[in-house]
């Protein structure tokens, strides 16, 4: 019994052994292989892996999935007007240089995020103090994220790790200055709204202004083409009644006292107070088929 015991103890020990010798890498971690306090061997493919036993060898594991860092606290940043922005923000990143990385923070994750936060913070505040708010808010957003990254790529070196993304989450006004803030921009909007209508009230009255003075230039052109064609007409008229009465004189002096009857007689209760025997009658006192169709 002594002996059976003795061997399942010895064949504990070795497989005790064995075990401390042997490790599992995930591919979602690195393997940091210490030996006597030094970084031996930084293992990164995934796999079953063998190591002295402790305390010859000993094996530290590193998260290198992206990580997130939030802002720990939302603080006042001036900008260049001197007004206070609130900023939240947030940046991903993950392991690069896994022996730079325990050399500057050791093997615990929160370690490097407590150092690198102020840094982030420091980035934030040095490319905001140079815009005003317009521009933090809409117009050069993207190009303070892009700034921030860069400046952040060399501080993260420093860490062994790399800055995968940088996002902008809120942006908002200190409580004291948002009234006055708001103020203005209304003030700013109203402004622009005064020039658009003032603009759009110029437009319409030179619109106008032209086309009344394209219709004076068609009716006047209008009324001039009319007046030729009329006095075309007239002068065209007076050469056929100058040739038909040049014709026949008798017959011209006829059509003119018709004429001259048609104007004066228009109505039936027309009255006309005038000498028999004066010229005006001379067409229906005188013989023959004109007379005769002058009485009718």
């Keep these: 019994m002594n002996r059976i015991a003795a061997i399942v103890a010895g064949a504990l020990v070795v497989l005790m052994l064995l075990s401390s010798t042997l490790f599992i890498v995930d591919q979602r971690q690195f393997a940091a292989v210490y030996a006597l306090g030094e970084i ?12 002295l ?23 006042p940043i001036f900008t260049a007007e001197k007004k206070s922005l609130v900023i939240d923000w947030l940046i991903k990143w993950r392991i690069a240089e896994p022996r730079q ?19 982030v913070q420091a980035a934030f505040n040095e490319e905001v103090t140079k815009r005003t708010v317009i521009a933090v808010l809409s117009t ?9 990254r860069k400046r952040l790529t060399d501080e993260a070196a420093q860490f062994g790790i790399e800055v995968v993304d940088v996002r ?38 030179k619109i106008r202004a032209d086309a ?24 065209r008229a007076s050469a056929l009644y100058a040739d038909a009465f040049g014709r026949d004189p008798n ?20 009255v ?3 000498d028999p025997n004066s010229d005006f009658f001379k067409a229906m006192r005188g013989a023959g088929p004109a007379a005769a169709a002058a009485r009718k």
């Design 140 to 148: 050069e957003r993207e190009k303070v994220i892009s700034d921030v």
């Design 212 to 235: 009344d003075r394209q219709r004076e230039i068609i009716v006047s052109e209008a009324y001039r083409d009319a007046q030729k064609a009329m006095g075309e007409g007239d002068a």
């Design 101 to 119: 990385f325990i050399r500057n923070s050791g093997a615990d994750i929160r370690n490097v995020e407590n150092r690198l936060a102020p840094v």
């Design 272 to 274: 006309m107070v005038v």
């Design 40 to 51: 031996k061997e930084v293992i990164t493919e995934p796999g079953l892996k063998f190591k």
């Design 53 to 75: 036993p402790p305390p010859l060898q000993n094996v530290v594991l590193l998260d290198r999935r992206v990580q997130t860092l939030d802002s720990p606290e939302s603080r």
């Design 168 to 205: 902008i989450k809120r942006v908002d006004f200190a409580s004291g200055i948002t009234e006055s803030v708001y103020r203005r921009m209304e003030s700013e909007r109203k402004r622009v709204a005064n020039e658009a209508r003032s603009t759009g009230a110029a437009e319409g009255d």
């Design 251 to 270: 017959f011209a002096q006829f059509y003119r006292s018709l004429t001259a009857y048609k104007a004066s007689f228009r109505n039936k209760s027309d």
